[in-house]
């Protein structure tokens, strides 16, 4: 296996303000690590929830999710009853594999990368609110919270997928 910089040190994103690329930098490297830990999982590997940890499943489902609800408030708007009705349901196994999870995470982070291209820096410090609470943050606090809100879980489900293979051997 060769050895890749993450994609942080890769260079700059062409077209995409340093400050902005941070959050797409996350979406790479959160993209990579699922593939590759997560990418050859059965599907039973991938909604098992080993020593009642989340599953890898929940995980992937949840990144997306969050990402979706976070651009919404990023962009100064509520929640829809869609969104709500996803949020109460990502503790549900599915049955879907691997590879149609990743496909539909990769659709999200897709959408996601156009809103964040789309910004202009000088708004970075403008106020957002999270939740129906309204709290505050800046729209460059929602884009750091999603990168790391989203590594965070990608490490969780690294973690969901080594002991789902582990407790399978045994």
């Given at each position: ?58 995980h ?45 995470l ?11 291209r ?28 999603i990168?790391e ?11 969901a997928a ?9």
């Amino acid at each position: 296996m060769v050895d890749v910089a993450e994609p942080w040190l890769r260079g700059p994103i062409s077209g995409v303000d340093p400050l902005l690329a941070p959050l797409l930098y996350a979406f790479e490297h959160a993209r990579e690590d699922l593939s590759r830990w997560a990418g050859d999982l059965t599907p039973a590997q991938i909604w098992k929830k080993p020593y009642g940890f989340g599953s890898v499943g929940f995980h992937i489902v949840h990144i997306g999710g969050s990402t979706d609800r976070l651009l919404t408030y990023l962009q100064a708007c509520d929640l829809t009853k869609e969104q709500m009705a996803a949020l109460a349901s990502e503790q549900e196994t599915r049955e879907q594999g691997a590879a149609e999870l990743l496909r539909e995470l990769d659709r999200v982070f897709e959408r996601a990368e156009a809103v964040v291209r789309a910004i202009d820096p000088a708004t970075l410090r403008e106020p957002r609110w999270v939740g129906r609470k309204r709290l505050p943050t800046t729209v460059i606090g929602l884009l750091t919270h999603i990168a790391e809100h989203t590594m965070r879980h990608v490490g969780e489900a690294i973690s969901a997928a080594k002991l789902a293979v582990q407790a399978d051997r045994h």
